[in-house]
Nanobody, 124 residues
Framework: QVLLVESGGGLVEAGNSLRLSCAASGFTFGRHTMAWFRQAPGKDREFVSAVTWSGGLTFYADSVKGRFTIFRDNANNTVHLEMDSLKSEDTGVYYC?????????????????WGQGTQVTVSP
């Protein structure tokens, strides 16, 4: 069974940090680009960050660049998102996604495996 399970969400005050994790199973994790997307209330889902198969390339939305760090552990089939200096506008449901395609890493259509999401709420 192909599965992505996110964890680590919660309520945090602005300026603090949170680490999200995504555990993968049922597919060849080391051959998939992994990404994080988020959806704020009343808004479309948007790209946050991605990391390629070996971890050699990472990509970030401008809104999180310098504050968020994505990294993966291929030995344990997990990908993480370290979120520092959180802002209230970072609030939303965060989704983990996987793709075996190359390129267009910032687009939802690239990814064909999705998790259920984890809620992150940043209080002002």
């Amino acid at each position: 069974q192909v599965l992505l399970v996110e964890s680590g969400g919660g309520l945090v005050e602005a300026g603090n940090s949170l680490r999200l994790s995504c555990a993968a199973s049922g597919f060849t994790f080391g051959r998939h680009t992994m990404a994080w997307f988020r959806q704020a209330p009343g808004k479309d889902r948007e790209f946050v960050s991605a990391v390629t198969w070996s971890g050699g390339l990472t990509f970030y939305a401008d809104s999180v660049k310098g504050r968020f760090t994505i990294f993966r552990d291929n030995a344990n089939n997990t990908v993480h998102l370290e979120m520092d200096s959180l802002k209230s506008e970072d609030t939303g449901v965060y989704y983990c996604a996987a793709s075996d395609r190359w390129g267009s890493f910032g687009y939802e259509r690239t990814y064909d495996i999705w998790g259920q999401g984890t809620q992150v709420t940043v209080s002002p």
